[in-house]
């Protein structure tokens, strides 16, 4: 069953799990206003050992630097802890900040949900892992 949080008056975002996999829709504005209660919330989905997550970001209506911030505390939290994290992101003026800010290559984007949820952990790597 999924849950709905506001993380902003101009950012919400909802919560559901599939197959194991914790899948967060971000909608509206992702900015400095809403980088604090998303850092909060991927926090506590990233405190786990292993956590296996996908940010949907395809309902995002704009990303800023700060907006990016919590995404790369939530990679950083998620390598150390051995797990994966994949986003979705179709729009180009999401992926144009994402490129800007040099994170096109950290971060494993799909434009679609079931391409994100169907790629297993073992046809992958690992953030975190040795290569």
Same mark, same amino acid.
């Given at each position: 069953?999924?849950?709905?949080?506001?993380?902003?008056?101009? !950012? #919400?975002?909802?919560? /559901?799990?599939?197959?194991?996999?914790?899948?967060?829709? =971000?909608?509206?504005?992702? @900015?400095? &206003?809403?980088?604090?209660?998303?850092?909060?919330?991927?926090?506590?989905?990233?405190?786990?050992?292993?956590?296996?997550?996908?940010?949907?970001?395809?309902?995002?209506?704009?990303?800023?630097?700060?907006?990016?911030?919590?995404? !790369? #505390?939530?990679?950083? /939290?998620?390598?150390?802890?051995?797990?994966?994290?994949? =986003?979705?992101?179709?729009? @180009?003026? &999401?992926?144009?900040?994402?490129?800007?800010?040099?994170?096109?290559?950290?971060?494993?984007?799909?434009?679609?949900?079931?391409?994100?949820?169907?790629?297993?952990?073992?046809?992958?790597?690992?953030?975190?892992?040795?290569?």
């Amino acid at each position: 069953m999924a849950s709905e949080t506001i993380i902003s008056s101009e !950012c #919400r975002h909802t919560e /559901r799990t599939v197959g194991g996999t914790t899948v967060v829709e =971000l909608h509206g504005e992702i @900015d400095i &206003v809403a980088a604090h209660s998303l850092t909060v919330c991927l926090d506590g989905l990233t405190a786990s050992p292993h956590p296996d997550l996908v940010v949907d970001l395809r309902a995002v209506s704009f990303i800023d630097s700060a907006g990016l911030t919590p995404l !790369c #505390r939530a990679r950083n /939290r998620i390598t150390r802890r051995h797990g994966r994290l994949r =986003l979705v992101a179709d729009s @180009d003026r &999401v992926l144009r900040v994402m490129s800007g800010a040099g994170l096109s290559d950290v971060f494993e984007i799909h434009d679609r949900l079931p391409e994100a949820l169907a790629v297993v952990a073992s046809e992958g790597p690992l953030l975190g892992a040795a290569s």
